[in-house]
């Protein structure tokens, strides 16, 4: 199925540049090749980029199959105070002297160049290495992350918590140095060369996330936030046109309106993913223009599914979602609207 069926002219364009770059950026199918992985880790002083500092960071090139193929590790001084020491260990003695993150950043930055940079909870590490990148006036060459605590929940483990050290238990892989950054790193990457093989054997996709950098026209580069998917994805337009209510016995159709319900097996971020990426619309409200709702519960007493059920919205599985996804037809372009009298034509006011 064509995802870009039913639009044209300057729609298509549009549509085809939408769709481009949801399904290269916001999430891929586990099978498809990649460009390797930067796996993250830093220790901090707190928990504020900008106010608080790293104090040992860790990054290591892997490679697409999961081995890994260069180590950076240092750690760092801060110019600050440690923080918790009895957390990460390091004292100040033991950083005095240490380079700053401006002295290793030519290192850390050849790491990152070029690949998706993971961690284990990816918007912490990544909002510390940018805060650390802009005080030394250094741009990270980050198009994409993912956070293995994502993968994870994907991946049916049967674990009681995503903490780094259960998930290092169930992949037996051996955790000598908890919260020390080198230590951390080789633990994520060797429980993610498991996890990338479980996730192509079980057909999910990798939660990759953009992320951007702007540059200013005094020439400095600031980082982006990394945003929630949800909320992002509630405010990016269609380029369809909405078809109405999804029928039971018939094929979702692009444009459609799709709510979330929280009672579902499968992550919030993947069936987003895949909403986008099936060129339907992804809505965080259920109302009377609502297609459908995803929801396990058929008879829910609360949350979106009872809502649409009020509203007569049809609700379905998220395995059914799943399954429809294979079968999605094309819908109908929004045409950009243009006033040919402004082209030098004439009109008349009555």
Known sequence: MCPTRGLSGRALSVGRAILTFVSHIWGRPAADPGAGWAVVDVETTGFRPGQARIVSVAALAVGDDGNVERTVSTLLDPGVDPGPTHVHGLTAEMLAGQPTFADVAAEIVDVLRGRTLVAHNVGFDYSFLAAEAELAAVELPIDSVMCTVELSRRLDLEVENMRLETLASHW???????????????????????????????????????????????????????????????????????????????????????????????????????????????????????????????????????????????????????????????????????????????????
């Open 172 to 350: 037996g892989v051996s955790q000598m140095k908890p919260h020390d950054a080198l230590d951390d790193a080789l633990v994520l990457a060797q429980i993610l060369k498991p996890a990338l093989v479980r996730a192509r054997e079980r057909k999910v996709w990798l939660p990759l996330r953009p992320v951007q950098r702007r540059r200013w026209p005094s020439g400095l580069v600031t980082h982006e936030e990394l945003r929630p998917l949800k909320m992002i994805a509630s405010r990016l337009p269609c380029p369809y046109l909405n078809p109405g209510r999804f029928v039971r016995g018939r094929p979702l159709v692009q444009g459609m309106r799709v709510g979330l319900s929280a009672e579902v097996n499968r992550t919030h971020e993947e069936l987003v993913e895949r909403i986008l990426h099936a060129g339907l619309a992804y809505s965080d409200a259920v109302d009377p223009e609502t297609s459908v709702v995803i929801c396990n519960d058929p008879k829910p007493e609360q949350g979106k599914g009872y809502q649409a059920n009020e509203l007569g919205v049809p609700v379905v599985s998220d395995t059914e979602f799943m399954d429809h996804l294979d079968s999605v037809i094309g819908g109908t372009g929004i045409e950009e609207f243009t006033d040919h009298t402004i082209d030098g034509g004439q009109f008349a006011l009555f």
